[in-house]
């Protein structure tokens, strides 16, 4: 008891102690400066922990980057251009059960708390302190193990990388919750539900639902089913991990774990969530048409960033090309074709394709590749359209694009712009000029210049219409350094669309000066509609993300050649696919139909390193092109007639019969399905036609052999008025009056 009484006497003389210090006022100030000493460092550090982290405007203006999508002339998808490929999907648009299935598996309160979770905090703390076993033996339960962080923290450290970041700091972490506190004063709840959706990557460049969704389902992400919304849920957590293409077995865990929280929260009943784990996870990237005409996106790609800059790359634009995706399958599949006719062809001695990638060199991206090259543009003549584009083998492993970028000699397909200017000066096809050897001075110091022809064969007096049809050098040297003139001949050309210069030698009308042949196409496209010139463009319109107009190009038409030269100058070329150096390969290998009127003219440079067949409907023009990237000889018999004309007859006979290349949609389907009508053949309207001697020029008569008389076509005023008259000249008349 006396040490009981001890012990009380020195309590109560503590407390009176105590009592006595606190009745003074100085104490009291000291323990409240303290207090807000102490509050004022805590309300400091806070303020100044995220002095580098964004303002409150920034978080109301913030948007997400979004790539820009290329589609085709009908609205496909091509390709998406940017830093982040993602394409916004609003919430309202999704079927319930997508943004159920985020919320259930990543932040099931989320529309309960302020910004973050105490319990989710606290959860995760005794979960990271405690084993799980100590847990249970304590509670009776598991906790639900998993992140702290809420939805709309995940959506901070996503939208403000720079500032916040992903290390696992305190620091970081109280940046974050004080970043998701300023969201949720910005915006409802269903707008950073939605931020989020379309924020987060979900895959290997895949970011957002809708971008992930056309990538793994090969659907948009409004067709989601409950358990593919599960699954991209499921991804979301760690893409590398959880992705069905790496590893199946975890992927289907983890779509199924979200399918049992979804449930749990009352998302779908038990049944729907059993049933719904039936559902095959995919096994490989879906099938889209992202890829497709990878030269002509690059050229997209070009023609808007130079217009827009870097915008391109994170505004999302909706750009619309001119691209039929069926006729770019067609350029592709027929190019594929050439390329294994040359070669297989005996006597090809470059390394083949298929051998070149087989060797250790194959990965390496090369401007010059060793193996044989091709270029194939479709244009829509009427409007200067790009239809399809082939601008080389491989674009991985090349991405020069040789439709636009190479500069190659024309050959004979030159030749087109000589006869062009002849018949637009007046001369006409029924002009005779003598196949027979020339010589032409090209300047002091150098030999004079001599062309032959391919089979070294000289044919005597000929019309330009069998010259052009035949492809005859001598005529064409002739009709264009004596007749015509260099000059025009280079003005003619330099109207209808060639760019490059043209250097004014001797040998030009022959095709010696190089071209390209985005260009060369452009000018045959001209004169496929009859003199007007619509420059190649492969952009039809640009749209904002939200479907506001940004850039609609108009066409710059022009009248650059007269219609009746043009339309002699297109009878000129049928001959050619009629029964010309083209016949063969359009008509007779590929098979293109007598019924499809069809224009066009072969090229073959010296010793053939160029072979070209560039030629006209009168709704498309296409040019086919095969060489070698430094400059070769392809093979010992190659002809423009006998390499390119077979691809551009099958791309045509495609087109317009739909009877020559499989078409999966179409398959099993009886009757072929052509991608554009047969045309109309070309109006002979305004020209005059006379008969006349294909060995004078003159007017057909009884006076000269039947045999040489054929239809020619005239610009009224420029037709022969005197007849034909053998006997004039001690020949024999084989053709009576009667």
Partial sequence: MARLSKGRRWAEGFLSTVAAVFVRPWVWASLLFLFALGAGLGIGSWSNLCADCPSIAQIHTWEPQQTSKVYSHDGQLIAELGIERRTAVAIDALPPHVPQAFIAIEDRRFYEHGGFDVRAIGRAAIARLLPTSTIRSVTGFSLRTGGASTITQQLARNIFVETIGFDVRVERKLKEIQV????????????????????????????????????????????????????????????????????????????????????????????????????????????????????????????????????????????????????????????????????????????????????????????????????????????????????????????????????????????????????????????????????????????????????????????????????????????????????????????????????????????????????????????????????????????????????????????VLDPLSARITVSLMEDVVAFGTGNNGVRNVAGLPYEIPAAGKTGTTNDGTDVWFVGFTPTLQALVWFGMDQPQTIHAEATGGGFAAPVWGEFMRQVYVGDIFPDESTEGSEAPQPLLPAPEPWSLDGLVMREVDSRTGLLASPWCPADRAYLEYFIPGTEPTEECDDTARGGPSLRWPW
Avoid: C
């Fill in 180 to 559: 998701a506190l300023e969201i949720e004063r910005a915006y409802t709840k269903d707008q950073i539900l939605e931020a989020y959706m379309n924020q987060i990557n979900l895959g290997p460049g895949w970011w957002g639902i809708q971008t992930a969704s056309r990538n793994y389902f090969g659907k948009n992400a409004i067709d989601l089913n409950p358990a593919e919304g599960a699954m991209l849920a499921a991804v979301g957590n760690r893409p590398g991990a959880y992705s069905p293409f790496r590893d199946q077995e975890a992927a289907l865990s983890r779509r199924n774990l979200v399918l049992d929280r979804m449930a749990s929260e009352g998302f779908l009943s038990e049944s729907e969530a059993e049933e719904w784990k039936t559902f095959p996870l995919p096994t490989e990237r879906a099938r889209v048409s992202e890829g497709s005409a990878p030269y002509l996106v690059e050229f997209v790609r070009q023609e808007v960033q130079a217009r827009f800059g870097n915008q391109l790359y994170t505004a999302g634009f909706q750009i619309h090309t001119t691209i039929d995706l069926e006729m770019q399958r067609a350029a592709e599949i027929a190019m594929a074709r050439g390329f294994d006719r040359i070669e297989e062809r005996p006597g090809f001695r470059h390394p083949t394709f298929a051998e070149y990638m087989a060797s250790a060199e194959a990965g390496e991206e090369l401007s010059n590749t060793p193996y044989l090259q091709g270029a194939m543009v479709v244009l829509d003549p009427q409007t200067g359209a790009i239809r399809a584009m082939v601008g080389g083998r491989d674009f991985n492993h090349s991405k020069f694009d040789r439709v636009r970028l190479a500069r190659r000699q024309p050959g004979s397909s030159f030749k087109t712009f000589v006869y062009a200017a002849a018949l637009a000066n007046g001369i006409p096809a029924s002009h005779i000029i003598s196949d027979n050897p020339g010589f032409w001075e090209q300047g002091p110091g150098l030999d004079p210049w001599s062309p032959r022809n391919f089979d070294r064969e000289f044919y005597g007096d000929m019309t330009l219409r069998e010259a052009y049809r035949r492809s005859i050098n001598t005529v064409a040297a002739k009709l264009g350094n004596d007749e015509v003139g260099l000059e025009t001949i280079a003005q003619t050309a330099q109207r209808l669309g060639i760019r490059t210069p043209i250097p004014r030698y001797p040998a030009m009308p022959i095709g010696s000066p190089d071209v390209i042949p985005l260009q060369l196409a452009e000018a045959y496209a001209t004169i496929a509609a009859l003199g007007v010139r619509s420059p190649a463009t492969a952009v039809r319109r640009v749209l904002t993300a939200d479907g506001d107009l940004l850039w609609e190009p108009v066409p710059d038409q022009t009248q």
